[in-house]
C-alpha cells in the first residue's frame, strides 16, 4: 500500500527524487508498483508521459520520503527530459536481461541521464526480469563489467518474483542519504535543506553486510 495519505502525522526530514529510465517494456512500472505497493500487474499497460509514487522509509532513524518517477521509454515523450530529470538525486537506469536491445541503450540512456542531471546521482544499473533465467539474452558479466567501467550500482531483479526489488531502492536511497548526512554536517546543520547539489560529494559504498548487497557491486 503507498503511504502517500500515511504522512500526515510524521516529520519528513528529506525528500529524494529518484527517476526510472530505460527502453518501454523493460518492466519499470512493474518495479515502481511492486517496491511502492507492492502490486504486480500481468497485463500492465504502456505508461503515458510521467507519474510518479512515493514511499516513506526510516533509514538511520530519519524519516525519508522517496519520490519515484516513472516515464514512458518511448522516443515520442523525450520532450519531458529536462524537467523529469530536474532535481533528481537518483536514478534506476533498468534494462530487461532477456532482450539484448534494451541493454545495448543503457549506454546511450547514461548519456542522457548524465546531460540532465547532476553530475553526482547515485544510479543503479537494473537487469529486470531474473525470473526468466531460461531466456537471457544479458550474461551478468557484460552488465558488471559496463557498470564497473560507468561507476554504477548493480543488481539483477524480478518484479513478478520481488527479487532484489526492495534492496535495489534501498541501496540507492542509502547511499543517497549518505551523501545528503555527510553535507549537513559539513554544513554544520545550517542551510541543510539547500545542501541537495552534491558538488563534491564523494559517494560511499553502502556497508557490506546483505547479501544483495555484496551482488550488487555498488558505485565502487
Known amino acids: 500500500m503507498s503511504n502517500l495519505y500515511g504522512d500526515y502525522n510524521k516529520k519528513i526530514d528529506y525528500v529524494f527524487k529518484v527517476v526510472l529510465i530505460g527502453d518501454s517494456a523493460v518492466g519499470k512500472s512493474q518495479l515502481l508498483a511492486r517496491f511502492s505497493r507492492n502490486e504486480f500487474s500481468v497485463d ?14 526510516v533509514i538511520d532513524q530519519k524519516t525519508v520520503k522517496a519520490q519515484i518517477w516513472d516515464t514512458a521509454g518511448q522516443e515520442r515523450y523525450r520532450a519531458v527530459t529536462s524537467a ?30 548524465r546531460g540532465h542531471a ?3 546521482i547515485v544510479v543503479m544499473l ?6 526468466l533465467g531460461s531466456l537471457r539474452a ?13 561507476n554504477l550500482c548493480f543488481m539483477e531483479t ?3 518474483e520481488t527479487t532484489n526489488v526492495e534492496s535495489a531502492f534501498l541501496t540507492v ?21 539547500k545542501s541537495m547539489s552534491f558538488k563534491g560529494t564523494a559517494i560511499i559504498v553502502p556497508g557490506q553486510d546483505s547479501d544483495s548487497e555484496k551482488k550488487s557491486g555498488c558505485c565502487g
Open 173 to 193: 536511497l542509502t547511499e543517497i542519504y549518505r551523501i545528503m548526512a555527510k553535507k549537513s554536517l559539513a554544513a554544520d546543520g545550517s542551510d541543510s535543506g
Open 138 to 150: 544479458v550474461p551478468v558479466e557484460d552488465a558488471q563489467e559496463f557498470a564497473e567501467r560507468e
Open 84 to 113: 523529469y530529470y530536474r532535481g533528481a538525486v537518483g536514478a534506476m537506469l533498468v534494462y530487461d536481461m532477456t532482450k539484448r536491445q534494451s541493454f545495448d541503450h543503457m549506454a546511450r540512456w547514461l548519456e542522457e541521464l
Open 44 to 57: 500492465s499497460k504502456a505508461t503515458i508521459g510521467v507519474e510518479f509514487q512515493t514511499k516513506t522509509l
Open 126 to 131: 537494473i537487469g529486470n526480469k531474473s525470473d
Open 118 to 120: 547532476d553530475k553526482n
Open 158 to 160: 524480478s518484479a513478478l
